[in-house]
Nanobody
Framework: QVQLVESGGGLVQAGGSLRLSCAASGGSTFMIRAMGWFRQDPGKEREFVSGMDWKAGTSYYADSVKGRFTISRDNAKNTMYLQMDSLKREDTAVYYC??????????????????WGQGTQVTVSS
């Protein structure tokens, strides 16, 4: 099993920065092949934000966050990060981290991830 715990959300003014963390634990963390960040507004579908191949470190971003968000990882700590800079009001959402055991997972598709954190609220005020 894999447990994911996010932290680092909060309230920030537009133009500001936040860093989210996602700590993975459990007996099956060695099976993680990729991890990702998604976000969701009430009444909307969960949206891909960024993803990473856990071993190779290859990263992927949604067009809406390219150049502003940076995904990174610390393999030794089994922790993934999302540095969010130049935040906009439209970045307001609950942010979830996710993990998958599958080599051929589609990073952009939420249904390909089998493990999810509880979510952390990010609110950007104008």
């Amino acid at each position: 099993q894999v447990q994911l715990v996010e932290s680092g959300g909060g309230l920030v003014q537009a133009g500001g920065s936040l860093r989210l963390s996602c700590a993975a634990s459990g007996g099956s963390t060695f099976m993680i092949r990729a991890m990702g960040w998604f976000r969701q507004d009430p009444g909307k579908e969960r949206e891909f934000v960024s993803g990473m191949d856990w071993k190779a470190g290859t990263s992927y971003y949604a067009d809406s966050v390219k150049g502003r968000f940076t995904i990174s990882r610390d393999n030794a700590k089994n922790t993934m990060y999302l540095q969010m800079d130049s935040l906009k009001r439209e970045d307001t959402a609950v942010y979830y981290c996710a993990a998958t055991r599958y080599y051929d997972a589609d990073y952009y598709r939420a249904s390909d991830y089998g493990y999810w954190g509880q979510g952390t609220q990010v609110t950007v005020s104008s």
